[in-house]
């Protein structure tokens, strides 16, 4: 019988983080196209509320990347053993194609937020995604 190997715990954490923040920064262009307009927060009218649709960006972003760093931090440390189906690869393979065509099909047209307030959204989701994907993987990893 073979002894199942293992990648190292920091290869499992990079990659699960790289790629929580591509998932969270594909969510916030797709919010962006459908109006989920994450720079909502730092609009200057005097006496309005944050817009709901800021809150539920924020919220699903951070939600995309935790979740995202998570399941890919589970996925590679499961890879190596090959305890992965051949119907999650399959299914895993579709999901991610049909993301990335989403996304570049969102960001080919123009955009529906101010560039200066756009490229600060961009940002604050790029940080808020890579946080969230950090803390995803290494909770998986700790469980392990």
Request: proline share 4%; charged share 10%.
């Amino acid at each position: 019988m073979s002894e199942t190997t293992y990648f190292p715990r920091r290869l499992i954490l990079a990659g699960a983080v790289a790629a929580g923040v591509l998932l969270a920064l594909a969510m916030h262009m797709l919010g962006a196209r459908i109006g989920l307009d994450l720079s909502g927060l730092w609009r200057n009218d005097a006496g309005a509320f944050m817009p709901a649709g800021s809150a539920l960006a924020w919220w699903l972003i951070a939600t995309v990347g935790f979740s995202g760093g998570y399941f890919i931090a589970n996925i590679m440390h499961s890879a190596v053993s090959g305890q992965i189906p051949k119907r999650m690869q399959q299914f895993l393979i579709v999901m991610g194609v049909l993301l990335l065509a989403g996304t570049g099909q969102a960001i080919s047209g123009p955009s529906p937020v101010p560039s200066v307030s756009g490229a600060l959204a961009g940002t604050a989701a790029l940080c808020l995604g890579a946080l969230m994907a950090f803390c995803g993987a290494n909770f998986a990893l700790r469980k392990t």
